[in-house]
């Protein structure tokens, strides 16, 4: 079983969607969750950051981390053709080294 | 664009050869991390430097070694290349030593035939 497991999709989505991508992982020493964002042909970026358990929202995009359950969501609401992209959830444990990326979902939006 | 610049871009080696990949990262960033992307094995990480130490190890193969240098750039070298090895090879940069906020470069596209 891998340490972190996310669907590749493809998830595809009229434009205004919203929009829910999710990972589980078994490492329940994690303590940082993220979200990126890599467009073809592009190295990935950083989308948000979350400490331990909890929401946090940036914009149209939403983190919620349940450690209970050991599961990760990111919403984007109000899709755009522009957040056409793979989405790749990440976790490290405490003091942030090693990360681990979940395999990404490849989302499209269509105008 | 992140501020991690990555040379080159692309590479096509043959077999049994070797290559360097070069990373200069962020400007004040003192760690630099590499990460070898492949469609069956999704992002896996490789190793860290910081400030010119090894300060991580990930699943990095023996045939491949890194060093940060005193200016902060750093180099992938890769050796007795075998057809699985292609892949993209991404570095990524952060201030501090762990990784959760870290910057990545476009990374370079290696092929070996």
């Known amino acids: 079983q891998k340490e972190v497991e996310q669907d590749p999709g493809p998830l595809s989505v009229p434009e205004g969607a919203i929009v829910s991508l999710n990972c589980t992982y078994s490492?329940?020493?994690?303590?940082?969750f993220m979200w990126y964002r890599q467009y073809s042909r592009k190295g990935p970026e950083l989308l948000m950051y979350t400490y331990s358990s909890g929401n946090k929202e940036d914009g149209r995009f939403t983190a919620q981390v349940d450690k209970s359950s050991k599961y990760i969501s990111l919403f984007i609401r109000d899709s755009q053709p522009s957040d056409s992209a793979t989405y790749l959830c990440a976790m490290a444990n405490t003091g942030g080294f090693k990360t681990i990326f979940g395999a990404g979902t490849r989302l499209f939006v269509k105008a | 664009d992140s501020g991690v610049t990555q040379t080159p871009k692309h590479l096509i080696t043959a077999t049994g050869q070797r290559v360097t990949l070069r990373c200069s990262p962020r400007?004040?960033?003192?760690?630099v991390y590499w990460y070898q992307q492949s469609l069956d094995q999704g992002l896996q990480f490789l190793i860290q430097y910081y400030n010119g130490e090894e300060r991580a190890k990930g699943n990095i193969l023996e045939r491949f070694s890194a060093q940060q240098f005193p200016d902060l750039h750093s180099e992938l070298n890769l050796s007795s290349l075998e057809l699985g090895d292609s892949a993209l090879y991404f570095c990524?940069?952060?201030?501090?030593?762990?990784?959760?906020?870290?910057?990545f470069g476009q990374g370079t596209r290696l092929t070996v035939v």
């Open positions: 400007s004040g960033d003192l760690s």
């Open positions: 990524a940069s952060s201030v501090g030593q762990g990784d959760t906020e870290a910057f």
């Open positions: 490492n329940s020493a994690f303590q940082y």
